[in-house]
């Protein structure tokens, strides 16, 4: 994929990437980045967000137009029932603030921590309704709802398997 982009995209042109493939009878996900910011993980038991860090220190991931030859280091996580995965493009934690400060990887954190919070115990709410509380909470940080820079979210919440008995009722 990285090849391909240095031959089309202009001279000095870069881009973000996050390939990812989901195992859903496993509740498992495999995924590398390309100079991506880290996707954030919530453990529905723990309740606690936490942030999904390479499994060893590499160079690879570098953003695709760097160098036609960079790696890209693969991982995995299992997702548990109401475990839910937050993937977003930098530009998320690049907003500033009507005073010019950055949110940071560590705001997106809390921003994803309010959201879940403000929905309260109930690890079954709708996964649009924190995606929609934390859009809301990024609005108000920026100070306006339009951006600068793109704004990509990615929500992957894994379900509880349901019966056959469940389902037919």
């Known amino acids: 994929m990285n090849q391909q982009f240095s031959d089309f995209a202009p001279?000095?042109?870069?881009?973000?990437?996050?390939?990812?493939?989901?195992?859903?009878?496993?509740?498992?996900?495999?995924?590398?980045?390309?100079?991506?910011?880290?996707?954030?993980?919530?453990?529905?038991?723990?309740?606690?967000?936490?942030?999904?860090?390479?499994?060893?220190?590499?160079?690879?991931?570098?953003?695709?137009?760097?160098?036609e030859t960079a790696c890209y280091d693969e991982d995995h996580i299992l997702l548990d029932p109401g475990d839910i995965l937050l993937m977003f493009s930098d530009g998320v934690p690049e907003t500033r603030s009507a005073s010019g400060e950055l949110l940071q990887p560590e705001g997106v954190m809390e921003l994803a921590q309010e959201s879940t919070e403000e929905i309260g115990s109930s690890s079954c709410a709708p996964l649009t309704a924190v995606a929609s509380i934390f859009l809301r909470r990024l609005e108000d940080f920026h100070g306006r709802p339009d951006f600068q820079d793109d704004i990509t979210l990615l929500w992957i919440r894994?379900?509880?398997?349901?019966?056959?008995?469940?389902?037919?009722?």
């Not at 894994?158 to 009722?169: D, F, K, M």
């Open 11 to 67: 001279a000095g042109t870069l881009a973000t990437s996050l390939c990812a493939v989901y195992k859903s009878r496993r509740g498992e996900i495999h995924y590398a980045y390309g100079g991506q910011p880290r996707i954030l993980f919530w453990q529905a038991q723990q309740r606690q967000w936490t942030t999904l860090a390479p499994s060893q220190e590499s160079i690879c991931g570098l953003p695709f137009g760097v160098t």
């Open 158 to 169: 894994r379900l509880p398997r349901q019966t056959s008995e469940a389902v037919s009722a």
